[in-house]
């Protein structure tokens, strides 16, 4: 089981700026990317911005400019801040993991995190 724990999320005013981590944990051998998913009120969840185990980043178009998604050494925790944010930016945000839980695996999962709230204020 994998487990990813984000925290960083709260209310900020239009123009601030926040920072997002989240921690894997658990039953993993390697990570083929994390990245950061949104789901704003009353809309369905969509990509903000990944990263594979290489570096390759990839961002919506939304946040491209403002938003920087970066990954620890161990690639075990991921990061997103968030600058420049806009009343628009305001939703639930995600971690997302990649993983190849066991070598005696072949499959990859997709893991979810509980999601944290963030809120842009005009």
């Known amino acids: 089981q994998v487990q990813l724990v984000e925290s960083g999320g709260g209310l900020v005013q239009a123009g601030g700026s926040l920072s997002l981590s989240c921690a894997a944990s658990g039953s993993i051998f390697s990570i083929a990317a994390m990245g950061w998913y949104r789901q704003p009120p009353g809309k369905q969840r969509d990509l903000v911005a990944t990263i594979t185990s290489s570096g390759s980043t990839n961002y919506a178009d939304s946040v491209k400019g403002r938003f920087t998604i970066s990954r620890d050494n161990a690639g075990m925790t991921v990061h997103l801040q968030m600058n420049l944010l806009e009343p628009g930016d305001t939703a639930v945000y995600y971690c997302?993991?990649?993983?190849?839980?066991?070598?005696?695996?072949?499959?990859?999962?997709?893991?979810w995190g509980q999601g944290t709230q963030v809120t842009v204020s005009s």
């Open positions: 997302n993991a990649v993983v190849r839980p066991s070598p005696s695996v072949t499959y990859l999962g997709r893991y």
